[in-house]
């Protein structure tokens, strides 16, 4: 299929732009570099340096059969911060991007969206009909534009599947998570296996989990890209489809702090800090739906897989 991948030069972006590449697709990566790098965009994509509010030119020229849409703001503490940045790149963004697709008549997308469209769950395992409330803005801005696809569905005959990540963690094809800004756990404590930062601060130990720390579904970044190869081409026109992507176990922060002790073999000291505000005690994903309809069951489960692939990764850098 010739498709395109908005977002291609970021993290989860490069590594389904070269599991598509594998799979023999035809890639052109529209990406804005904002936050993105233009060499982790795989040889064998062209890349189309542009904004989505300008994307309407590139989808013309390129005619894709379809989009699989990554580009987006995605830090949560920024979002309540600056809440316009998340109007206008995610919602604002993928309005024009969709108004782009109809234009050029390409109706297939496979979005990604986040568990954060859930917010604090009532029950977990978290399913897909659990009720949507964001405690933050990147959630709601996530949730509005699942809200879109679902309507351009219903009125465009759109086949639009959003996939709602949890924890991605590891590496694939050479690439690897590298923000300037860097908020998530397990790059942080490498960083700190690495000598580039003094200790990781643990965000409250006082939760009501059996260690006190925080529980979280942590999904390895080629299980989640090959749910995109499937999620591909299984929406009919019309359909909007909506899945989990998790790994159904959740591990606690200190079970992360040991596997990357255990990865790396540095003691990684630890500091004890105050809660971060908004952080759910326990998020995990049912992810049956997307077994049951696409046969996608995670493979690389183990945190210390994750861990190890990711801290090759940073290594290499
Ligand atoms: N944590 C620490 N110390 C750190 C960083 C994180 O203790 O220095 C803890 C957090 O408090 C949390 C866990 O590690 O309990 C995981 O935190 P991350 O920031 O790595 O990931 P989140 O669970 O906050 O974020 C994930 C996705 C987001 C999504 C969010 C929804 O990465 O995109 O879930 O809640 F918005």
Same mark, same amino acid.
Not at 102 to 113: L, M, T
Not at 218 to 227: C, F, G, M, P, S
Not at 256 to 274: Q, S, Y
């Given at each position: 299929?010739?498709?395109?991948?908005?977002?291609?030069?970021?993290?989860?972006?490069?590594?389904?732009?070269?599991?598509?590449?594998? =799979?023999?697709?035809?890639?052109?990566?529209?990406?804005?570099?904002?936050?993105?790098?233009?060499?982790?965009?795989?040889?064998?994509?062209?890349?189309?340096?542009?904004?989505?509010?300008?994307?309407?030119?590139?989808?013309?020229?390129?005619?894709?059969?379809?989009?699989?849409?990554?580009?987006?703001?995605?830090?949560?503490?920024?979002?309540?911060?600056?809440?316009?940045?998340?109007?206008?790149?995610?919602?604002?963004?993928?309005?024009?991007?969709?108004?782009?697709?109809?234009?050029?008549?390409?109706?297939?997308?496979?979005?990604?969206?986040?568990?954060?469209?859930?917010?604090?769950?009532?029950?977990?395992?978290?399913?897909?009909?659990?009720?949507?409330?964001?405690?933050?803005?990147?959630?709601?801005?996530?949730?509005?534009?699942?809200?879109?696809?679902?309507?351009?569905?219903?009125?465009?005959?759109?086949?639009?599947?959003?996939?709602?990540?949890?924890?991605? =963690?590891?590496?694939?094809?050479?690439?690897?998570?590298?923000?300037?800004?860097?908020?998530?756990?397990?790059?942080?404590?490498?960083?700190?296996?690495? =000598?580039?930062?003094?200790?990781?601060?643990?965000?409250?130990?006082?939760?009501?989990?059996?260690?006190?720390?925080?529980?979280?579904?942590?999904?390895?970044?080629?299980?989640?890209?090959?749910?995109?190869?499937?999620?591909?081409?299984?929406?009919?026109? =019309?359909?909007?489809?909506?899945?989990?992507?998790?790994?159904?176990?959740?591990?606690?922060?200190?079970?992360?702090?040991?596997?990357?002790?255990?990865?790396?073999?540095?003691?990684?000291?630890?500091?004890?800090?105050?809660?971060?505000?908004?952080?759910?005690?326990?998020?995990?994903?049912?992810?049956?739906?997307?077994?049951?309809?696409?046969?996608?069951?995670?493979?690389?489960?183990?945190?210390?897989?994750?861990?190890?692939?990711?801290?090759?990764?940073?290594?290499?850098?």
């Amino acid at each position: 299929m010739r498709v395109l991948v908005t977002g291609g030069a970021g993290y989860i972006g490069s590594v389904v732009t070269a599991a598509l590449l594998e =799979g023999g697709h035809e890639v052109t990566v529209l990406d804005d570099l904002s936050t993105g790098h233009e060499d982790a965009v795989p040889e064998g994509a062209t890349l189309v340096r542009a904004s989505l509010h300008d994307s309407a030119p590139v989808l013309a020229d390129v005619r894709p059969e379809a989009v699989l849409h990554f580009a987006a703001k995605s830090l949560v503490g920024q979002s309540q911060e600056s809440p316009e940045l998340y109007w206008e790149n995610n919602v604002g963004g993928s309005l024009a991007l969709l108004e782009a697709m109809r234009a050029a008549d390409c109706r297939r997308i496979v979005f990604s969206s986040t568990a954060a469209t859930y917010g604090e769950p009532e029950e977990v395992p978290i399913l897909e009909t659990a009720p949507t409330r964001p405690t933050n803005t990147y959630g709601a801005s996530k949730l509005a534009v699942d809200a879109m696809l679902t309507s351009y569905a219903v009125a465009y005959d759109f086949a639009a599947v959003s996939l709602r990540y949890f924890n991605v =963690g590891g590496a694939a094809y050479g690439r690897g998570e590298r923000h300037a800004t860097e908020t998530h756990l397990i790059p942080i404590a490498l960083q700190v296996a690495a =000598g580039t930062r003094e200790a990781l601060t643990v965000y409250g130990q006082d939760y009501p989990t059996p260690d006190g720390t925080c529980i979280r579904d942590y999904v390895h970044v080629t299980d989640l890209a090959a749910a995109h190869l499937l999620a591909l081409p299984a929406p009919a026109p =019309g359909e909007h489809r909506i899945y989990n992507l998790g790994s159904g176990s959740g591990f606690s922060v200190q079970e992360m702090v040991d596997a990357v002790r255990t990865v790396t073999g540095h003691p990684l000291p630890v500091v004890v800090g105050p809660r971060r505000a908004g952080d759910p005690a326990r998020l995990v994903a049912s992810s049956e739906l997307i077994h049951a309809d696409l046969g996608w069951a995670p493979e690389h489960t183990a945190l210390t897989e994750i861990v190890a692939d990711a801290w090759e990764f940073a290594q290499q850098r």
